[in-house]
């Protein structure tokens, strides 16, 4: 009881983003209903639906727990940052682009 008011207070369970992805990892491996995976943790059905959407993976081919060594590591980096690159070339052109075809609309409007 809250000593001032005299109401219960209720305290928020805190779960940690280990003790999330776990019961998350058992319910994509296990098959089980959400509503019996939520039972057997102690959870509510919305609350699991929530962290499946926060640490299920979005895309199964990616497979982000593996481990990687080193090398393998800057190699990737490599690569994102070649793939940045691009994408930031691609996006500078099509401003450019916009631009000069506002530009032209605006002349034919006047």
Avoid: C
Avoid at 6 to 16: L, S
Avoid at 25 to 50: C, D, N, W, Y
Avoid at 63 to 85: F, G, I, M, Y
């Amino acid at each position: 009881m809250d000593e001032k008011s005299g109401a219960k207070t209720k305290r928020r369970k805190v779960y940690t983003n280990e003790f999330r992805r776990s019961v998350v990892e058992h319910l994509l491996t296990s098959g089980k209903p959400v509503a019996q995976v939520a039972r057997e943790f102690g959870i509510t059905s919305g609350m699991l639906r929530v962290w499946k959407a926060r640490y299920g993976s979005k895309d199964p081919s990616i497979d982000v727990s593996a481990a990687k060594t080193p090398e393998e590591l800057a190699r990737e980096n490599q690569e994102l940052r070649k793939e940045l690159a691009r994408v930031m070339t691609q996006r500078d052109i099509l401003k450019k682009t916009i631009l000069i075809v506002s530009e032209q609309s605006n002349r034919d409007i006047k």
